[in-house]
């Protein structure tokens, strides 16, 4: 019932900017949270950033602190993520997801949220 369709990726130089969008249609549950996960070649998907839907609490991994902004359009029901200062890890296909009813431990852990996107690819170049 849940589409995401995420964007925004492209090839970008160390130290540029990205700004990814995902809107999302069909939910009709206001309790959501929102979150981006990131899967570089050979590494397990890992949390980037969350947001609740409701409050627009935002949670980031240390990894991107002071980098990216998640931010989200509630008459567009889209969450975004800037991307600043980016840096050659960052390299990785980025999926938004969607999820309910999550509590503050599984926030972060990817098999909790039920929706995905396809995914964006995002290249830093060195």
């Known amino acids: 019932q849940v589409q995401l369709e995420e964007s925004g990726g492209g090839l970008v130089q160390a130290g540029g900017s990205l700004r990814l969008s995902c809107p999302a249609s069909?939910?009709?549950?206001?309790?959501?949270?929102m979150g981006w996960f990131r899967q570089a070649p050979g590494k397990e998907r890992e949390f980037v950033s969350a947001?609740?839907?409701?409050?627009?609490?935002?949670y980031y991994a240390d990894s991107v602190k002071g980098r990216f902004t998640i931010s989200k359009d509630n008459a567009k029901n889209t969450v975004y993520l800037q991307m600043n200062s980016l840096k050659p890890e960052d390299t990785a296909v980025y999926f938004c997801a969607a999820g309910t009813r999550l509590i503050l431990s599984t926030l972060k852990v990817w098999t909790s949220y039920d929706h995905w996107g396809q995914g964006t690819q995002v290249t830093v170049s060195s």
């Open positions: 069909g939910r009709t549950s206001s309790n959501y949270a």
């Open positions: 947001i609740r839907w409701s409050s627009g609490y935002t």
